[in-house]
């Protein structure tokens, strides 16, 4: 049993005050770095959405934002201005073959929960009530769509199948996705100054680091899965 008992900050060495400092030191300034990134990503994504028009430049600049959360989590320091006017354009027309479907499909949800949210009887609550559930389905596998489009190469017709069914097998991160973005839009709409610095930024960041992390957890689920099994042999040798 101790009989003493020391004060951490009384003896702490020299080289450990330095340490804790540098380290608290990194950590903000890793923070600021990101919160910079983060805006300048937001204004970007306005700018280059502006620049197609609205409808025909919001996928692009999704696209091109996700592809640079990617790098970006994965230790890549590349220029960001440099890597989302390359990726913008790059992927112009099939982005636009992704986002074009959803917006229409929202449009329509919206449009339809308008109307039949307005009706007095029965029916046209029930089907209001339907239309709200399959809204949230569909902004869930929303949040999929870009960033996995930003990590793999598959057919165009795969990636909003995919996405949806990603979204029901992963209940967990899909909520985690949709909590997200609520809090991102209740923000903004408590404060609509966030709107053109950091609130689209900070989506597109958080979800794009999200997915990249639930899709990397499947994947190496998968790996293990697919591994064939050590032959009995092979574990005895491995042991002896």
Known sequence: MRTTFRFAS?????????????????RAYSFFDTLVWIACLNLLWIAFTVLGLGVFGAG?????????????????????LRG???????????????????????????????????????????MAAGIFVAAIFVAG????????????ELPMTQYLLVSSRFAVRHLAGTVILLFVSAAVVYASGSLPGLIPFFSIGVWLYLTGWLCDRFFTANDEAVAAVAEPAVPPALQQASTA
């Not at 009384?10 to 990194?26: F, N, P």
């Open 10 to 26: 009384a003896t702490m060495e020299k080289g450990d005050c330095g340490m804790l400092s540098g380290t608290l030191s990194a």
């Open 60 to 80: 692009p600049a999704t696209a091109a934002a996700q592809i640079a959360v990617r790098k970006r989590a994965a230790g890549d320091a590349a220029p960001l």
């Open 84 to 126: 989302f006017t390359a990726a913008y354009f790059r992927s112009f027309r099939r982005a636009n073959m992704l986002s074009l479907p959803v917006m229409a499909i929202a449009a329509a949800l919206v449009l339809n929960w308008n109307y039949f949210s307005r009706g007095a009887g029965l029916f046209s609550q029930l």
């Open 141 to 152: 596998a929303a949040c999929y769509v870009f960033p996995m489009y930003a990590r793999y």
